[in-house]
């Protein structure tokens, strides 16, 4: 049986299921968005709660530790409660916590309102890439999948931009109403819209757990590490990468990172075409390209028109990855799928955090110029253990 099919029917429509992954894509933006948008609003939010620009930035640290820490028990937990229900339970608390945040007056209160939601991310993660695979049938999981990590996609594209223009136009307060605002109207949307999919059947928390004495998911789960630690050396550090390294203004930096996660939507298209052939090979051939954009970035980085080329083919493989890899590790799995999927958002966090530590040592032993081949030998080190990934086992 396919990783994706489901041994009780959905009852959606072509057209329905279209609707229904819209949005789940759209409902991901904000969800995701609410994760990134408090970059942009720390300097503001530290000046309005009289606190330090390094204590503000912790709010990002717990709300990444707790996504890693409580994604997989949380997942196993709740994903075989009716899905409908529970997206719209999942978008009814992060109003309810982006208005907690839009009104505390205290650190503490705000970190409040940041856990609850930190929760609920994976927890939503893990089950919309299944739901949305299931919604589409086994022909066209990985597509799907793709279209609702494009609303992941754009928000990491437009969630700090978005925070530092909602900090200077409407204030940080603001941006946590919109959101709050918007969740609620896709909750809504989502209860007219979206039909109801078969509940899947109550399995312990230890019979899916199961899933981690598998050598192939744990292989897969290590591979998603190493590659979002190769990710996100650089990109961790890529306005501070234009701006010394290639010499471009203060002022355009956040232009040029908007072009960057714009070129990266071509990534996730395509990346969501190539997928359903083979995760595995997808994974070893945009690895190839993101050590070659990455190395030809810091090798080009006075080039002209030729550095624009690498940071292109760099930020196509980027984008490509996030969706190729959770497809990878949920079918490395025939059972507990949901649970794969939020491990493997675990994952990538834990990748995230590796990634823009040795990315600050890189900076600090050896200076701006060598990120590019730091995070490209890691991304070799990730396509050696893909080769040996791919010859673990048969893919389903």
């Not at 896709?186 to 004495?213: D, G, H, N, Y």
């Not at 789960?221 to 290639?246: C, K, N, P, Q």
């Amino acid at each position: 049986m396919s990783a994706y099919e489901t041994t009780v029917p959905v009852a959606s429509t072509s057209k329905g299921a279209g609707i229904s992954i819209a949005i789940l894509a759209f409902s991901a933006f904000l969800i995701v968005t609410t994760e990134f948008l408090i970059v942009g609003l720390l300097p503001a939010l530290a000046r309005d709660l009289d606190i330090s620009i390094a204590v503000a930035g912790q709010l990002v640290t717990l709300f990444a530790f707790t996504v890693m820490l409580f994604g997989p028990p949380l997942t196993a937990a709740l994903s075989h409660l009716e899905r409908k229900k529970l997206f719209i339970a999942i978008l009814l608390l992060f109003a309810a916590a982006n208005a907690v945040a839009a009104a505390s007056s205290s650190f503490w209160v705000l970190a409040v309102a940041r856990v609850l939601p930190a929760l609920a991310l994976p927890v939503f993660w893990g089950t919309a890439s299944e739901t949305a695979a299931q919604l589409a049938g086994p022909q066209r999981a990985g597509q799907a999948i793709s279209r609702v990590y494009l609303g992941i996609s754009a928000a990491m594209l437009l969630g700090i931009p978005l925070g530092t223009v909602a900090a200077s136009a409407i204030g940080w307060r603001g941006a946590f109403w919109l959101l709050a605002g918007l969740s609620l109207i896709m909750a809504a949307a989502m209860w007219v819209c979206m039909p109801s999919v078969a509940r899947t059947a109550k399995v312990e928390f230890l019979k899916q757990a199961r899933i981690f004495k598998e050598p192939c998911f744990l292989a897969n789960v290590l591979l998603s590490v190493l590659v979002f630690s190769a990710m996100f050396i650089a990109y961790t550090y890529l306005g501070d990468i234009l701006e010394r390294a290639a010499g471009v203004a203060p002022a355009d930096v956040g232009w040029w990172m908007m072009g960057f996660g714009a070129i990266g939507l071509v990534g996730n298209w395509i990346g969501g075409r190539v997928v359903d052939h083979s995760p595995i090979n997808a994974t070893v051939g945009f690895l190839v390209l993101l050590a070659l954009g990455m190395a030809a970035t810091a090798a080009l980085a006075q080039g002209g028109w030729l550095f624009c080329v690498a940071l292109g083919l760099w930020g196509i493989a980027n984008t490509a990855l996030y969706p190729i890899s959770q497809v990878r590790v949920m079918r490395s799995v025939s059972h507990a799928q949901a649970l794969a999927g939020t491990t493997n958002v675990s994952a990538a966090n834990a990748g995230i955090g590796v990634g823009a530590i040795l990315g600050g040592m890189t900076l600090s032993k050896l200076g701006i110029g060598y990120l590019g081949y730091m995070a490209a030998a890691v991304a070799l080190l990730a396509l050696l253990l893909a080769l040996a990934v791919r010859n673990l086992a048969p893919e389903r």
